[in-house]
């Protein structure tokens, strides 16, 4: 007789050293604050606060920890950023991008290069549609969905997720 545990796959929920989380999270919004005063285009292209929720939403698979992450990093990252938007935006978009990301972790084996590259693909453009519906409805603003530089955005965060995310992988406890 074949039991529903038998059938379900396990998922692991990795565990980090203390201070792991803060300090990722703190190098990503300081590299993301200053990098584009020495390369312009980092501000267009990158987006390592969100890679670092991403990373943590699918390796820890508690959708309350990743929300509550996804939005300290937004919020933070709307402090810090040198553009006249509003508070609340990033924070908004990471807290969504936070809990669906952890929601997708717990269901789903997030470990193979290949489904990183996706998932990291289709959130970006997640986080990006939470912030142009977010302006379009709270603000009053037009802004694009899609472009050129959305597209090579993506791929270059996806790309990046597929060096970054075994990098923080060593991090884990064992």
């Given at each position: 007789?074949?039991?529903?545990?038998?059938?379900?796959?396990?998922?692991?929920?990795?565990?980090?050293?203390?201070?792991?989380?803060?300090?990722?999270?703190?190098?990503?919004?300081?590299?993301?604050?200053?990098?584009?005063?020495?390369?312009?285009?980092?501000?267009?292209?990158?987006?390592?606060?969100?890679?670092?929720?991403?990373?943590?939403?699918?390796?820890?698979?508690?959708?309350?920890?990743?929300?509550?992450?996804?939005?300290?990093i937004?919020?933070?990252?709307?402090?810090?950023?040198?553009?006249?938007?509003?508070?609340?935006?990033?924070?908004?978009?990471?807290?969504l991008?936070?809990?669906?990301?952890?929601?997708?972790?717990?269901?789903?084996?997030?470990?193979?290069?290949?489904?990183?590259?996706?998932?990291?693909?289709?959130?970006?453009?997640?986080?990006?549609?939470?912030?142009?519906?977010?302006?379009?409805?709270?603000?009053?603003q037009?802004?694009?969905?899609?472009?050129?530089?959305?597209?090579?955005?993506?791929?270059?965060?996806?790309?990046?997720?597929?060096?970054?995310?075994?990098?923080?992988?060593?991090?884990?406890?064992?």
């Amino acid at each position: 007789m074949v039991t529903r545990a038998d059938t379900e796959q396990h998922i692991e929920v990795h565990k980090f050293r203390a201070g792991v989380v803060v300090s990722v999270s703190a190098a990503a919004l300081i590299l993301q604050a200053f990098l584009p005063s020495y390369f312009p285009h980092a501000r267009d292209y990158l987006e390592l606060p969100l890679l670092v929720t991403l990373y943590f939403g699918l390796s820890r698979r508690n959708p309350s920890s990743g929300l509550l992450l996804g939005l300290v990093i937004g919020l933070v990252q709307d402090g810090l950023g040198k553009t006249l938007s509003p508070i609340g935006l990033y924070g908004i978009s990471k807290t969504l991008v936070g809990y669906a990301a952890s929601s997708v972790g717990a269901r789903l084996d997030v470990e193979h290069p290949i489904a990183r590259f996706l998932l990291t693909f289709a959130f970006f453009h997640f986080h990006h549609a939470v912030l142009v519906v977010t302006k379009q409805w709270l603000l009053a603003q037009q802004e694009p969905y899609a472009n050129l530089t959305l597209l090579i955005a993506s791929l270059v965060n996806a790309a990046l997720a597929i060096v970054l995310f075994p990098v923080l992988d060593r991090l884990r406890k064992t």
